[in-house]
C-alpha cells in the first residue's frame, strides 16, 4: 500500500483502534492528561506525595493485630452442614420449599428441601453448635468466633469472591493483603511481606486475581510461592558468585537501577522490581529458613497432620504461615485449588473429604499461634466467598441422594474467625428457619473489610490511593460499620 495516497476514511478503517485513536486522546485532553496540558504549568510526577516502600508505618489508631492469615475456601462451604443447624430443615426434609430462592443454575434447581446431612454437636464452654464433619475445630471453640450471618448478595464465585476481598464484586480492584501492605508497611525486609500459598492440585479460581495490588504501585501486589518444595526457585547463588563477587554485582546492578528510576519518576514498575532484586538477595538465607520446617519438632508436625497423606499438604502450609507471621511477614493467604468447595453434586462424598483435609491442620494453626503467644496479635480467618442453598440440586438429572449438591446461597452464610481482637468463643448472627438469608446481626462484605482494617488500627473511610482523577478505597459504602460486636 502506498501510504502517501491512503484516504482518511481507508486510515480510519485500518487504524487498530479505528474511532477510538481519535477519542483516546480527546478523553486525555478532556482529563488535563495530554503532555500539552504542560503548558498551563509542570506536571507533577507523583500522584501521591508518599514514597511508595514496605518500611513498617504506624497505623493511625492504636491496633489489636499485626498480622492476618487466611485460609480461604474459594467454592462456598456449605453453612447448612457445617456451622448453621436448623431443625426445621430437619423436620421439612424431603418436602417442597415454599418460600422465595435465588438460584444459580435454574436448570438443575429443585425445590425439594434438603436438611443437613450430618449431626452436629455443642462445643466449650460457650456451647458452639459444630458439624460432627469437624471434630478438631469443636476442640476450639471456645477460641473462635463464628459468624452465621455473612452476606454479599453476588450471586456467583467471581463477584462474591471479589466483594469479600476488594471491596466491589469486579475485577482490576486491589485485594486486602495490598492495602495492609500500602498502609502498615513490612515488619521483615528479608521476607515477601504479602505471601499466597497455593494448592499442589492447581491454582484458585482467577489465579493471580486473587493477590493482585490492582490500581496500586506494584511494590504492594502479593507473592505466590510454589506449592512444592523447592518453595522459591533459584535462591543458591551460583558457585562462581558467591560471597563478594555477588554482593558487588549486586551494588552495581542497584546503582544503575536507581539512576535509571530518577529519570523515570511515578514508575511503579521500576519502584517494584528494584524492590524485588535487592528482597531476593536478602531471601538467599531467609526465604530458606522460613520455608523449611524440618527442624520442627515431631510433636508440632503431628500436631498439624503432616505424617497423614491426608492433612499432610495443608497441614504443611499451615505450618509454613505460622512460620512466615513469626518472622514478621504482614498477610499470608492459604488457597486450595480451583474452587473444590462448590458442592453442586456429590455433596455426600465431596464435603467430608474436603473438611477431612483441613479441619486438623486449621485447628492446629490455631493452637500452635497461642501456645507462641502470636494468636493475640494475628488474625485467622477460615470461610469462603459464599454459602448453599437449603434444597436438592440435581446433577444431570440424577435424583439419588449421593449424586446431588447444593445451589450457590450469598445471602446468609458462615465463617469463622480467630484471635487479633476477636471474641473468643462467640457466635454471632442469625439466619432465617432454613438458613437462606441472614436476618439479624448481619455482617455484608463491606462490613466485614472496615471491621479488619480497624482491628489494624486503620479507618476504612481515611484508607485511600489516588488513581487517575479520583481515589480509590477498599471500603467505598459510606454506610459501612466496623462490626464491634466481634470484637473483645
Not at 402 to 424: E, L, M, P
Request: charged share 20%; net charge positive; glycine share 10%.
Amino acid at each position: 500500500m502506498d501510504f502517501r495516497y491512503i484516504s482518511r476514511r481507508h486510515w480510519l478503517r485500518k487504524s487498530s483502534f479505528s474511532l477510538g485513536s481519535i477519542a483516546f486522546p480527546w478523553l486525555l485532553g478532556h482529563d488535563g492528561l495530554l503532555a500539552e496540558n504542560a503548558k498551563t504549568g509542570p506536571l507533577k510526577p507523583e500522584l501521591n506525595p508518599i514514597s511508595h516502600n514496605l518500611n513498617p508505618k504506624t497505623p493511625p489508631a492504636n491496633p489489636k493485630a499485626r498480622a492476618m492469615i487466611s485460609m480461604y475456601m474459594l467454592g462456598g462451604p456449605s453453612q447448612i452442614d457445617l456451622f448453621d443447624p436448623k431443625p426445621e430443615l430437619v423436620r421439612l426434609n424431603g418436602q417442597q420449599f415454599k418460600g422465595n430462592l435465588k438460584f444459580d443454575n435454574a436448570a438443575q434447581a429443585s425445590r425439594e428441601i434438603m436438611g443437613p446431612g450430618w449431626k452436629f454437636s455443642r462445643h466449650g464452654q460457650s456451647g458452639m453448635e459444630i458439624s460432627e464433619l469437624l471434630p478438631h475445630l469443636g476442640t476450639i471453640a471456645d477460641e473462635i468466633t463464628l459468624i452465621r450471618s455473612m452476606r454479599t448478595s453476588s450471586n456467583n464465585h467471581v463477584p462474591s469472591n471479589f466483594a469479600l476481598t476488594t471491596g466491589k464484586p469486579v475485577h482490576g480492584r486491589p485485594v486486602l493483603g495490598s492495602w495492609l501492605l500500602k498502609a502498615l508497611g513490612s515488619e521483615t525486609q528479608d521476607l515477601p511481606a504479602y505471601i499466597a500459598l497455593t494448592d499442589p492440585r492447581g491454582l484458585p479460581q482467577e489465579g493471580s486475581e486473587n493477590w493482585s495490588q490492582g490500581k496500586l504501585p506494584a511494590i504492594y501486589q502479593g507473592t505466590v510461592v510454589r506449592p512444592t518444595d523447592p518453595r522459591i526457585f533459584n535462591l543458591n547463588a551460583a558457585p562462581h558468585l558467591k560471597g563478594i563477587p555477588q554482593k558487588a554485582q549486586l551494588d552495581f546492578l542497584e546503582k544503575f537501577n536507581r539512576m535509571h528510576l530518577q529519570n523515570h519518576p511515578n514508575e511503579t514498575e521500576l519502584e517494584a522490581r528494584l524492590a524485588s532484586y535487592g528482597l531476593a538477595a536478602r531471601m538467599q538465607e531467609s526465604a530458606k529458613e522460613a520455608f523449611d520446617i524440618s527442624g520442627e519438632s515431631a510433636a508440632i508436625k503431628a500436631m498439624y497432620g503432616i505424617d497423614n497423606k491426608r492433612t499432610s499438604d495443608y497441614g504443611t502450609r499451615c505450618l509454613i504461615s505460622r512460620r512466615l507471621v513469626e518472622r514478621g511477614v504482614r498477610f499470608v493467604q492459604i488457597f486450595c485449588a480451583g474452587q473444590n468447595w462448590d458442592h453442586h453434586g456429590s455433596i455426600k462424598t465431596s464435603l467430608p473429604d474436603r473438611c477431612g483435609e483441613i479441619d486438623q491442620p486449621a485447628t492446629a494453626l490455631i493452637k500452635d499461634l497461642k501456645q507462641r503467644g502470636l494468636l493475640d496479635s494475628t488474625i485467622v480467618h477460615w470461610g469462603g466467598e459464599m454459602g448453599r442453598l437449603p434444597v436438592i440440586q440435581f446433577r444431570n438429572g440424577l435424583s439419588d441422594r449421593n449424586a446431588v449438591g447444593r445451589d450457590h446461597n450469598t445471602y446468609g452464610f458462615s465463617q469463622w474467625v480467630a484471635g487479633g481482637g476477636f471474641r473468643k468463643g462467640y457466635t454471632h448472627g442469625l439466619t432465617d428457619e432454613f438458613s437462606h438469608h441472614a436476618i439479624d446481626g448481619i455482617v455484608n462484605h463491606y462490613d466485614w473489610l472496615a471491621t479488619i482494617l480497624h482491628l489494624f488500627g486503620l479507618n476504612h473511610k481515611e484508607l485511600k490511593f489516588r488513581s487517575g482523577p479520583r481515589d480509590i478505597r477498599l471500603v467505598e459504602e459510606s454506610h459501612a460499620r466496623v462490626v464491634h460486636e466481634l470484637l473483645s
